[in-house]
């Protein structure tokens, strides 16, 4: 037992000897794997710069020129490319566009008779609202008391903002849903279920209302539609056949 046992301690010696010399030989070869992908590479890099030199060399005047005069191309398509994202002139188009909108806007609520349209009204988009320009300054739409101009600048803002990009076709919805535009008209239940404003002056306001939009349907027709829910009913001939031969319906 003991013999076999000193026997087995050499083998076991040999094994780890001879498994060290491997390692060491594995490593190396690895060294030497990398040292030739390294060696490729640089020759590959070098046959890359030789063929370009040779082109380089070889290239005529001719080709030069055509290079040249691409180059030049390149950089005035790249100035006018530059120029469409001006600052200054994107918020020139924003204004000549607000300013045709806000034209719009003036004329409709003048129509409404809405109250503090002296000079011109627009839209007001640093404060996400619509201003109305008086003497005294701009006025912003939550200054304008009473429910009644609050929807009358509301109806000629929204008339006004789709009449514009009808005309311009633009890729929007070609309809305008109301609801109850004439609830600051109706002061008792009684009235609301009839239909039937009571004050002449409540009447007229709501029948410029109705008027305005007729107007602004017919004018953009066959391309705008204006569907409205409310409890007015107006003697008015067309306003009875609304449904069915305009676009304002009740």
């Known amino acids: 037992m003991a013999k076999l046992e000193?026997?087995?301690?050499?083998?076991?010696?040999?094994?780890?000897?001879?498994?060290?010399?491997?390692?060491?030989?594995?490593?190396?070869e690895e060294v030497a794997r990398r040292e030739r992908d390294q060696a490729a590479a640089r020759y590959y890099t070098r046959g890359r710069i030789s063929a370009?030199?040779?082109?380089?060399?070889?290239?005529?005047?001719?080709?030069?020129?055509?290079?040249?005069?691409?180059?030049?191309?390149?950089r005035n398509r790249l100035e006018r490319?530059?120029?469409?994202?001006?600052?200054?002139?994107?918020?020139e188009q924003l204004?000549?566009?607000?300013?045709?909108?806000?034209?719009?806007?003036?004329?409709?609520?003048?129509?409404l008779g809405v109250e503090h349209v002296q000079n011109s009204v627009r839209l007001?988009?640093?404060?996400?609202?619509v201003a109305t320009d008086t003497d005294d300054g701009p006025l912003p739409l939550p200054r304008i008391g009473s429910?009644?101009?609050?929807?009358?600048?509301?109806?000629?803002?929204?008339?006004?903002?789709h009449r514009f990009l009808v005309q311009n076709t633009r890729p929007v919805p070609r309809f305008l849903m109301i609801d109850q535009p004439t609830q600051a008209f109706f002061p008792s239940d009684a009235a609301k279920n009839?239909?039937?404003?009571?004050?002449?002056?409540?009447?007229?306001?709501?029948?410029?209302?109705?008027?305005?939009?007729?107007d602004v349907v017919d004018e953009l027709s066959p391309k705008f539609q204006v569907i409205v829910s409310d409890h007015a009913d107006l003697e008015e001939e067309w306003f009875q056949d609304a449904s069915s031969t305009s676009g304002v319906t009740g």
């Open 6 to 28: 000193q026997a087995a301690d050499r083998v076991r010696a040999d094994m780890s000897a001879n498994e060290a010399a491997l390692a060491a030989v594995v490593g190396a």
């Open 52 to 74: 370009l030199l040779s082109v380089a060399g070889s290239t005529s005047n001719a080709s030069l020129t055509r290079l040249q005069q691409n180059v030049f191309t390149a």
């Open 81 to 91: 490319l530059a120029s469409t994202f001006d600052p200054d002139e994107a918020r």
């Open 95 to 111: 204004h000549s566009r607000l300013n045709i909108v806000g034209a719009s806007m003036t004329e409709y609520a003048r129509r």
């Open 124 to 129: 007001d988009l640093a404060n996400l609202t």
């Open 147 to 161: 429910a009644a101009n609050w929807i009358g600048y509301h109806l000629a803002t929204h008339l006004a903002l």
């Open 194 to 214: 009839s239909g039937q404003v009571v004050k002449d002056a409540d009447r007229d306001a709501v029948l410029a209302m109705f008027t305005l939009m007729r």
